[in-house]
């Protein structure tokens, strides 16, 4: 069984995000850009899938610059077998990626694709749902469990009210949540082996997308700042500042 797992360079999670002095959008001139981490659960999981012996071939896939390329080779010196890189430097929106990624399912046809549950630039939560809409495939978003079983992929999914299982008919689309796995590191090795595995490159107009944007971001601002926290002496006083101060009680 082929898989396929979207992979998205992302503003390190340990970079503190910083927003462009033209209110633009998020600076990532000179920042550590790195996979997202919703992502490597994806990759690892569909490695564990492969040692298991359930799945064939991971097939990696990243959209957008040249430099997601980086991101492929990390998927790669995971485990992953081979990369597919859509190039382009439009700004893609979660509808185009799912459009992209849709045509890569048709030529490819992997029984199952696993993506995060949402990129961490832009908290979106939205390309794998769109993605098993427009394929009309069976879905499971939020997984913290996988087990797979002829043609059928049981999913155990975070809802708000604690756990929820389904069972989807495959082809397809999983999201992973964080508690799915502990991704692993790559090692050297995998890394210098890595280096030999193939990447091709496409463009989203052979593939027969128009990845042009459909939403407008208006402005993008910091979150107002935190004032510092002060002690109180008393119950009192805690009583008295939520009165006059805060004006909460
Ligand atoms: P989002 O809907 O933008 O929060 O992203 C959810 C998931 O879709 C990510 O965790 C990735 O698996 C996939 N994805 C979104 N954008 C891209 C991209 N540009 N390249 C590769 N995968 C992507």
Known sequence: ??????????????????????????????????????????????????????????????????????????????????????????ELQPLAVAKLLRALAEREQPRLMILGKQAIDDDMNATGQMLAALLGWSQGTFASKITIDGDTATVTREVDGGLETVALTMPAIITTDLRLNEPRYASLPNIMKARKKPIETVRPADLGVDPAPRLKTLRVVEPPKRQAGAKVASVAELVAKLRTEAKVI
Do not use: H, Q
């Open 1 to 90: 069984m082929k898989v396929l797992v979207p992979v998205k360079r992302v503003v390190d999670y340990n970079v503190k995000v910083r927003v462009r002095s033209d209110g633009t959008g998020v600076e990532t001139a000179g920042v550590k850009m790195s996979m997202n981490p919703f992502d490597e659960i994806a990759v690892e999981e569909a490695i564990r899938l492969k040692e298991k012996g359930v799945v064939s071939e991971i097939i990696a896939v990243s959209l957008g610059v040249a430099a997601c390329a980086e991101t492929i080779r990390t998927a790669l010196a995971m485990g992953a077998d081979r990369g597919i890189l859509v190039e382009t430097d439009a």
